[in-house]
Antibody, heavy 121, light 107 residues
Framework: DVQLVESGGGLVQRGGSLRLSCAAS????????MSWVRQAPGKGLEWVAN????????YYVDSVEGRFTISRDNAENSLYLQMYSLRVEDTAVYYC??????????????WGQGTLVTVSS | DIQMTQSPSSLSASVGDRVTITCRAS??????LNWFQQKPGKAPKLLIY???TLQSGVPSRFSGSGSGTDFTLTISGLQPEDFATYYC?????????FGPGTNVDVK
């Protein structure tokens, strides 16, 4: 079965850093784009970033560009999100998701349970 | 960035009702439109991709339609397990923006 397990969340002060991990199993990790999506408390979903199978392409939402870095280790079947200069508005549950593709279409078909990041002021 | 809007933002319905949720994109996104269901405290679940293709295991009472900028999600015969929040998402161009969500609750 496909499993995605996030870890690394916690409480951090404004301006601090945190690294999230997502351990993947049950599928050939290296064949899939992967994404991070976040959800602030009581709010909707916000797509954060994604990364190509070989790590050669990465895309970010403007609000995290330059502060967050998405990466992956295909040998370890792991996805990462390094977060710097954290802001109170980065407080959210962070989900990793597998991005399947059908032709040119992308779809996040499996999601982890999420890890909570809280940035205090 | 492509902006996604949804209407209504919330609705109250009864078991057995037909429910329709609308999603609109700020520019044409062709058929790059997915729908997700989310229940409180849970991760989102993919329901429909490429406008109208049901994800494996999703009941046939869910259907999607539309193209370009206007899309709909229909639940034909609402079931107790369908009370949740529904999000559309465009994957035409990054950032892959979501709509603000539509909460479906019990009338």
């Amino acid at each position: 079965d496909v499993q995605l397990v996030e870890s690394g969340g916690g409480l951090v002060q404004r301006g601090g850093s945190l690294r999230l991990s997502c351990a993947a199993s049950g599928f050939t990790f290296s064949r899939y784009w992967m994404s991070w999506v976040r959800q602030a408390p009581g709010k909707g979903l916000e797509w954060v970033a994604n990364i190509k199978q070989d790590g050669g392409e990465k895309y970010y939402v403007d609000s995290v560009e330059g502060r967050f870095t998405i990466s992956r280790d295909n040998a370890e079947n792991s996805l990462y999100l390094q977060m710097y200069s954290l802001r109170v508005e980065d407080t959210a549950v962070y989900y990793c998701a597998r991005d399947a593709a059908t032709g040119a279409y992308s779809l996040s078909d499996y999601w982890g349970q999420g890890t909570l990041v809280t940035v205090s002021s | 960035d492509i902006q996604m809007t949804q209407s209504p933002s919330s609705l109250s319905a009864s078991v057995g009702d037909r429910v329709t949720i609308t999603c609109r994109a700020s520019q044409s996104i062709s058929s790059y439109l997915n729908w997700f269901q989310q229940k409180p405290g849970k991760a989102p679940k993919l329901l429909i991709y490429v406008v109208s293709t049901l994800q494996s295991g999703v009941p046939s009472r869910f259907s999607g339609s539309g193209s370009g900028t206007d899309f709909t999600l229909t639940i034909s015969g609402l079931q107790p397990e369908d009370f949740a929040t529904y999000y559309c998402q465009q994957t035409y161009r990054t950032p892959f923006t979501f709509g603000p969500g539509t909460n479906v609750d019990v009338k």
